[in-house]
């Protein structure tokens, strides 16, 4: 183990002492431009916490929560790199694949990102351990290394689709006396609940029978729409409870009280069944809660706080991302019958299993096209420099944050083309469907669940989740819009992109 981390540590050291060298090498070939040269606003918007404000209304038209307007407007003014005052700090911004390779791929052992201050303060006032979202440095990187192990590596994800596949059948056969569904998101809601409770407590919690008292709908909207709010408002709820605060704390208590008593009731299930025996009998299924607390680096109590996480943050992003997946293939009838194509011929009439899964490309190209049309983050990654780069031909200091445009570089005209249409085939390997300029070739323009060891958690379980659900839709129905949805959905942020029109649609039987 000793050597092990040893050698971690001089790899780690070789990689800093590489890009210092690179950083040395850069400034001695080419004319490096300081950091006061790199072009943003000048005049009241550099006034330290006040200049910020003046970029967002009631001053202009951009609202907080319109972060990617902000973005273009900086891009389509001074180009692919600019910055702006943030508070007494600046901001760089890049819009260019090149930029967010150079930030992105630096070697950082416990990158910095912006925490959720609000759901910080109702961690500490509540006595509960902190979640990823609120951590950073080394307490950050001992609760993301055993979470790591057990809901990133691929196999360790793909055993949980036998347990999600029920899910998915019941909520299918709900459909069959009405073929249609209100209200995908609303649905989806009930959907990606009652899967996520299979994934974090191996149980079914009733989402889709009608006998669950979950109201997730409007605790989750309040939730993230008070994480959103709070971008706008002065921070007074450090000090005191704000009525936004106190909104909040009610929706989060009953959010994170119904998963801590499912967590309990698991937990109780496994002491019983240990008791008797049986504990070893029922492990035979996946089980994440068992493997985070027997794993050696997980407290009893991280662990609770990542199942929370996971729990609540899963169920939003994820039914979200469905809608508008669901939306995009009802809107292109070539896109979803070249997907249903691929489902019968590698499925069938029959389950998604993960040896299935490798010889469908479509339906996963499918998925990534919908996220990078409706991209779910309204501006991109941020990292905060650990030492100094040279960005665009730009010094920038040591402890700047650098913002990457993801979301608008993802929709650019300049790395895709046709950036409004939903082309799957975009991301086909091989596929000589599309030409050169259509077909996604920069890796680093599009990065929807983000890049290195600040990357989404739950991105494998999310995809399996989609995944799932999708082929049993389209493998039971071919579906389309109600005459009232619009073909191009309109959307808002609220923490992740929400569509602001319900999606009705209509079901047709296949078979």
Known sequence: MARTHLRISVQLLSRRCQHTNTVQQEKMSEKVKPFQDVPGPRGIYNIPYLGTAFHFHPFTSIKVSELHKLLQKFKSEYGDIMKFRTGR????????????????????????????????????????????????GKEWGNLRKPANDQMLRPMAVTSYIPLLTPVADDFIAKYRSTLKIEDCLKTLVNFTTESIGMLCFNKRLGCLEGTSKLEFVEDLGTFFQGIDETKRHLKLYRYFETPLYKKFSKAADNLYRVAQEEMQKSLKEMDQLKTVGKLEKHLEQPNLLYALISHPGMTHGNAQSLILDLFVGGIDSTSNALTFLWHELASNQDKQERLFREIDSVVGKGNLS??????????????????????????????????????????????????????????????????????????????????VETRHTEPFAYLPFGFGPRSCIGQR???????????????????????????????????????????????????
């Not at 052992?109 to 509540?126: F, G, Q, S």
């Not at 700047?400 to 993801?406: A, D, Y």
């Not at 819009?481 to 039987?509: D, M």
């Open 89 to 136: 700090s600046w901001i760089v911004v890049v819009s260019n694949p090149e930029y967010s390779q150079r930030v992105l791929s630096k070697p950082e052992k416990y990158p910095v990102r912006p925490i959720i201050n609000i759901l910080d303060v109702y961690y500490k006032r509540k006595s509960l351990s902190p979640g990823l979202a609120v951590l950073q």
């Open 354 to 435: 993960k040896e299935a899964l490798v010889d469908m490309p479509y339906l996963k190209a499918c998925v990534k096209e919908s996220l990078r049309k409706n991209y779910p983050l309204s501006g991109g990654s941020f990292r905060l420099l650990n030492e100094e780069n040279i960005i665009g031909g730009y010094q920038v200091p040591k402890g700047t944050g650098v913002m990457i445009s993801l979301r608008n570089m993802s929709k650019s005209a300049k790395f895709y083309k046709d950036p409004d249409q939903f082309i799957p085939e975009r991301f086909l390997r091989g596929d000589n469907s599309v030409d």
């Open 461 to 511: 379980f999310a995809e399996s989740e989609i995944y799932i659900i999708t082929t049993k839709l389209i493998q039971a129905y071919h579906i389309s819009l109600t005459p009232e949805v619009p073909k191009e959905l309109e959307y808002s942020y609220r923490i992740f992109a929400c569509p602001t029109t319900k999606v009705n649609l209509q079901l047709r039987e296949r078979h």
